[in-house]
C-alpha cells in the first residue's frame, strides 16, 4: 500500500505521519507484540521478529508527501468489508484524523458496508483504494479541499 498526502491545495505534505493498523487476512485482530519486543526473562528489548504479523505500523511520508507500508490484504469483521484503519499526524493539524482504506475486489462487500452505503459515491471513492497490481495498492490522502478524504469522527 502506498500513496501521498497532500494538503488543501494539492501539495505534498512532507512531514505527516501515519499510523496503520487491521486484522489479518481471516478478519483476526493480532495479539502478536510489535515492535518493542521484550525478553520475558530480563526484560531486555530484543527487537521485533520480523516473522510475526502485528497488524500495526507506523510510517513518515517522504520529502514527496510519499508514504508506504508492507501488509497482509485484511479480513472483513463483521458487516465493514476488508479495510485498514488510519490516523494521521501532520503539521497545521491540531487533532489528529482518522480514515479508513478499503481495499477493491469485492464490489458486493463494499457496496454493502455500513460506512461505504451511507456515502454519495464521490465521496465513498476516497476511501476506496486503487489496485495497480501484483498486490499493490495506491491510497492518497488529501487532508482538504477538492477531493477531501472522508474522515472519521469518534465520540
Excluded: K
Excluded at 8 to 29: F, I, K, S, T
Excluded at 65 to 82: D, E, F, I, M, S
Excluded at 100 to 117: F, T, V
Aim: include cysteine; proline fraction near 6%; aromatic fraction near 10%.
Amino acid at each position: 500500500m502506498h500513496g501521498h498526502v497532500y494538503d488543501g491545495e494539492g501539495r505534498p505534505v512532507p512531514d505527516a505521519l501515519l499510523e496503520v493498523w487491521g486484522p489479518d487476512p481471516d478478519g483476526n485482530m493480532p495479539t502478536a507484540d510489535g515492535s518493542m519486543r521484550r525478553d520475558p526473562a530480563s526484560g531486555g528489548f530484543l527487537g521485533r521478529n520480523g516473522v510475526e504479523f502485528t497488524g500495526f505500523g507506523r510510517v513518515q511520508t517522504d520529502a514527496d508527501g510519499h508514504w508506504y507500508v508492507r501488509t497482509l490484504r485484511p479480513g472483513a469483521r463483521g458487516r465493514n468489508a476488508p479495510y485498514l484503519s488510519v490516523c494521521v499526524f501532520a503539521r497545521g493539524l491540531l487533532v489528529h484524523l482518522f480514515t479508513r482504506i478499503h481495499l477493491p475486489g469485492d464490489e458486493a462487500a463494499l457496496a454493502a458496508d455500513p460506512l461505504l452505503s451511507r456515502l454519495d459515491s464521490g465521496r465513498r471513492d476516497t476511501l476506496v483504494a486503487g489496485a495497480e497490481g501484483a498486490g499493490t495498492y495506491r491510497f492518497d490522502i488529501r487532508l482538504q479541499g477538492e477531493g477531501e478524504t472522508v474522515f472519521l469522527e469518534f465520540r
